[in-house]
């Protein structure tokens, strides 16, 4: 068996009918998306005021059950925040995502005795990223990227807290299985977004309109976008898992440096990283590095 | 082959922009804020798709580039339409590639067009059209001619030939916006101007339209760009036609010069 690598890899554009799509493998874990839209809708269908999303997702062997359907509301859960559906009123954009090949994510549990308990929470990250990739690369209009994280606590080892959380523990899929409780974390990367206003519904539709006043009801920079939490922990656990992870998202490594520091306390950016202080996981550098490789690819005629 | 390096000014949705605005030249001037860019009142402006900030002074202008598949109708924008049906006022034409299915292209929106005298278009026809009409919220219209000289300025029914499929950023580049970018570049000194007697220097920049210039030269055809990503060429026999389309179409992400030796070797491939 091949060494498990703690870096995934990801090609755009690899479906060449869809308007984006995008793989992703990490180890043997192998996911594909694709992308249409703003397109068509069927009449019954339609917003009147935004573009409605569809999420699709097809597991690896045999028809999509109520397993994939719960993995679809919450991925709908991730996307649904950062995609601007006001730009394309009337309009459908369509994710389907095709779990290839599942491997040491596997469906296991978190913290079961019984074998045959199963959950697709490890699979969210790869889910997330895949279609965001997707949707990049259909030039959908997002507002913002995300970075997403998994963490496991593994408490069996040791008495600090700190060492028992472990933040996208791929290489290692015994943490995966052992863990008492799993927690998927998505960031909002975007320095402020716009308000997705016109798409609100309700009586506030008009008075929405009239003002920026509703800015802030959109993710902003380093807005925790999503979670999804399994298992058994305590408030503290969560609350240093967020901190934790917080601290990753921001390209803040240390663990050792000011460990006994406050949970609230206002996390000090590094010099240099003004510009840019969020997206700094491991999720987030992919997207960049493959974007960036794919516009660089469409600039090519210039040479 | 050379690996795809990141443009100097990637953004990707959320970004801060990594230079600044334009400065306004007089109290109250305007700035265009182009596609791929969101603007939050009072004074935020952000990408909200991934590709190259590009920003011209001197027109105050500020855009994304980037490339795609889904065409979004816009004002004036050329493109190829497939006619579906007629009614009594209308044909019901399809934009391929676009968000909508339907666009009206009236019957008197072509030259010299009367009650009695309108051109017969039947369904599975294709029109070179220009966009009279486009809003998110609503169907766009096409119209054949310009309504300021009602001269068809080229612009009408597309008879013979073939239709190809390209990308939105090929199809803006086939209409010539590779060289309107090379020019701001050249004045923005971000690439170096090319040598009058067209070789090739190093650091300028190619207008992508190197396959058509190539092309031309040798071959005689007939081309028709519309920026929903149809291409549609025309010539004397359908040799040279399929050999021009297949040029363009596989010429998307080549170099200039690697897109002057394609055709080369495709001309030879075809006989030609």
Redesign the interface.
Known sequence: MAPLSPHPTATLSCLHRA??SASFTHNSTQILASV?????IRARDEHYSKAVLEIIIRPSIGVATYREKYLESRLRGALEP?V?KS?????LIQVVVQIVQVGELGMKKVGATNANEYTPLLLLPSLITTSLLAL?D????????LDTFLVTVNPSNTDDLDSQIHINPYTSPPLLYTSTSAHVLVY????????DWRSREGPYHLTDEA??ET?NDSPQ?GDLVFVESEGRFSWEVWERVEWLVRRECMGLSGKEDDVNMDVDEEIVVREGDE??KWGKGMMARL??EV????????????? | MFADEPPENLVLPGDTLPIPLPAPTAKGAAMKVGPGLAHIPPDTIIPVIAGELNVDEKKRMIWVESDGKRYTPHLHDPVIAIINRSSSDFYHCTIPHSRSTTALLPHLAFENATKKTRPQLNPGCVVYARISLASKHMDPELECFDAATSKAGGFGELKGGMLFDVSLGMARRLLGDGKKLRQLKIRQGLVRAEGETGKKVKGAMCSGLEVVEELGQRLGFEIAVGRNGKVWVDSEDVRTTLCCGRCIVESEFLTGEEQRRLVREKIKEFGL
């Open positions: 308007d984006g249409n839209g703003p397109m068509e950062i601007l730009m394309a009123p009337r309009t990049l259909a030039s959908v209009p997002l507002t913002s990227t909002s990367t975007s320095i402020s977004s716009p308000p003002g920026p800015i920079q510009g840019r997207v960049r974007v960036g490789k794919k516009v660089g690819r469409e600039l090519r005629w210039r040479k």
